[in-house]
């Protein structure tokens, strides 16, 4: 029998499950696809910075923690398993085209409040960071601390590691159900039997409610989706992550260029559509317009798991004292997944955990969960 099963095969699994593995606990990661392949695949890899000693809300306390994880979990993946995740921090611009000049003065204060380095870029200062950039910047700012990640190295290199530590990966296995007795699960239901552990963890992103709902824990997670396109042109014409809002470009640093992302509730359809893309086409060109003589290389879309208030459910089911949830990340699942294992594991092993984790409690909508996710957490996979 295994000491706790994870439920999903993400990066918030296999990071939970590598977590708890280093403990010395036994671990298997329960997956109904391949594992890795679903938003934390999709996703861009952006990982804004933070600053512990000034972060003040929950989420800037959560994202702070994971920032000082990302260098030394990277070095690590890559001592330990050969495989190099492509963590760099190339620094970050969030500009604005047209629009007032002082737009994002409010944003520059809240980073200087958070204590995260931050510089204001006026004139050609602009163009001097990225001179591919449309002439008509309006206002922009620099956060050198930024960084990125490469998605599915990031995940290749979390399951060899997990297999190094003998947990127990299993695709193709879904979980349908708990079994509930004297406020324990005692056991799940899945597409290849009937699975005992210790302790038991949800991390299943945006499918996390249907089993969560089921058991009457009130968990609100829905899928909204996201589609990139990828593009490719050397010389690469950006060297930061470019942020305009929700929109943005990932330069890879090998000439490929990421640019993100729709925000479609759409349910569990994956699909890419003729209107994602040619919104994401025409924010690239209007912003970037050296990307017109880009190649188009593909595009892909993912579910993230949105949950009701943007933060994660982190923590202790009321129903059963041995399952806990690990899910809901939203837009920021990669940046926040190595303070999420550090967290979770220290909850589930009895430890003190590095953060109060109130803020991010399955039942902080306790009473008041918000209607609209009805529908699309019982929505079929
Ligand atoms: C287009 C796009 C861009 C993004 N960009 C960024 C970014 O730049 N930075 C960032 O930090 N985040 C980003 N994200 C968000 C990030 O990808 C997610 O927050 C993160 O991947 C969530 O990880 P997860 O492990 O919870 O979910 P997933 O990766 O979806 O993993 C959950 C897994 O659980 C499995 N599962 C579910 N139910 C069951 C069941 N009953 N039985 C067995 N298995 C089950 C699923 O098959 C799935 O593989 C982006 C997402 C998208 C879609």
Same mark, same amino acid.
């Given at each position: 029998m295994h000491d706790i099963i994870i439920i999903g095969g993400g990066v918030i699994g296999l990071s939970l499950a590598c977590e708890l593995a280093g403990e010395g606990t036994k671990v298997a990661v329960l997956e109904k696809g391949g594992?890795?392949?679903? #938003?934390?695949?999709?996703?861009?890899?952006?990982?804004?910075?933070?600053?512990?000693?000034?972060?003040?809300?929950? /989420?800037a306390r959560l994202r702070a923690c994971s920032h000082v994880l990302w260098a030394d979990l990277s070095a690590r993946l890559r001592e330990e398993t050969g495989i190099d995740?492509?963590? @760099?921090?190339?620094?970050?611009? /969030?500009?604005?085209?047209g629009g007032p000049v002082r737009? !994002?003065?409010?944003?520059?204060?809240?980073?200087?409040? /958070?204590?995260?380095?931050?510089?204001?870029?006026?004139?050609?200062?602009?163009?001097?960071?990225?001179?591919? !950039?449309?002439?008509?910047?309006?206002?922009?700012? @620099?956060?050198?601390?930024?960084?990125? =990640?490469?998605?599915?190295?990031?995940?290749?290199?979390?399951?060899?590691?997990?297999?190094?530590?003998?947990? #127990? !990966?299993?695709?193709?296995?879904? =979980?349908?159900?708990? /079994?509930?007795?004297?406020e324990k699960a005692v056991a799940i239901e899945t597409s290849a039997g009937r699975c005992t552990a210790g302790q038991f963890v949800v991390a299943g992103g945006a499918w996390s409610g249907r089993l969560l709902n089921d058991i009457g824990c009130p968990v609100a997670v829905r899928p909204?989706?996201?589609?990139?396109?990828?593009?490719?042109?050397?010389?690469?014409?950006?060297?930061?992550?470019?942020?305009?809002?929700?929109?943005?470009?990932?330069?890879?640093?090998?000439? @490929?260029?990421?640019?993100?992302?729709?925000?479609?509730?759409?349910?569990?359809?994956? #699909?890419?559509?003729?209107?994602?893309?040619?919104?994401?086409?025409d924010f690239s060109l209007a912003?970037?317009?050296?990307?017109?003589?880009?190649?188009?290389? @593909?595009?892909?879309?993912?579910?993230?798991?949105q949950s009701a208030d943007g933060l994660p459910y982190l923590g202790r089911v009321p129903q059963a004292d041995n399952l806990f949830v690990a899910t809901g990340h939203f837009r920021a699942g990669l940046q926040l997944s190595p303070a999420t294992a550090l967290l979770m594991s220290q909850l589930i092993l009895g430890r003190e955990t590095r953060l109060p984790l109130e803020p991010y409690s399955v039942t902080r909508h306790a009473g008041r969960r918000p209607e609209f996710f009805d529908q699309e957490t019982h929505s079929p996979g």
């Amino acid at each position: 029998m295994h000491d706790i099963i994870i439920i999903g095969g993400g990066v918030i699994g296999l990071s939970l499950a590598c977590e708890l593995a280093g403990e010395g606990t036994k671990v298997a990661v329960l997956e109904k696809g391949g594992i890795g392949q679903e #938003s934390s695949w999709a996703g861009a890899g952006i990982l804004p910075p933070g600053n512990p000693d000034g972060a003040r809300t929950p /989420e800037a306390r959560l994202r702070a923690c994971s920032h000082v994880l990302w260098a030394d979990l990277s070095a690590r993946l890559r001592e330990e398993t050969g495989i190099d995740n492509g963590f @760099r921090r190339t620094g970050g611009l /969030e500009v604005r085209i047209g629009g007032p000049v002082r737009a !994002l003065e409010d944003e520059v204060a809240a980073w200087r409040a /958070e204590g995260v380095t931050v510089e204001p870029l006026a004139g050609r200062a602009v163009f001097e960071r990225e001179g591919e !950039l449309h002439p008509e910047v309006t206002s922009a700012y @620099r956060l050198p601390e930024m960084g990125q =990640v490469r998605n599915p190295r990031h995940l290749k290199a979390l399951a060899a590691l997990a297999l190094l530590r003998n947990v #127990s !990966l299993m695709p193709g296995t879904e =979980v349908h159900r708990f /079994e509930l007795a004297r406020e324990k699960a005692v056991a799940i239901e899945t597409s290849a039997g009937r699975c005992t552990a210790g302790q038991f963890v949800v991390a299943g992103g945006a499918w996390s409610g249907r089993l969560l709902n089921d058991i009457g824990c009130p968990v609100a997670v829905r899928p909204l989706r996201g589609q990139i396109v990828l593009l490719s042109m050397l010389p690469t014409p950006l060297s930061h992550v470019v942020n305009v809002g929700p929109r943005y470009f990932v330069p890879r640093g090998d000439g @490929r260029v990421l640019v993100g992302a729709t925000e479609e509730a759409a349910g569990f359809d994956k #699909s890419t559509t003729a209107g994602g893309v040619a919104g994401l086409m025409d924010f690239s060109l209007a912003t970037v317009p050296a990307l017109a003589r880009a190649t188009f290389e @593909r595009c892909w879309a993912g579910l993230r798991p949105q949950s009701a208030d943007g933060l994660p459910y982190l923590g202790r089911v009321p129903q059963a004292d041995n399952l806990f949830v690990a899910t809901g990340h939203f837009r920021a699942g990669l940046q926040l997944s190595p303070a999420t294992a550090l967290l979770m594991s220290q909850l589930i092993l009895g430890r003190e955990t590095r953060l109060p984790l109130e803020p991010y409690s399955v039942t902080r909508h306790a009473g008041r969960r918000p209607e609209f996710f009805d529908q699309e957490t019982h929505s079929p996979g």
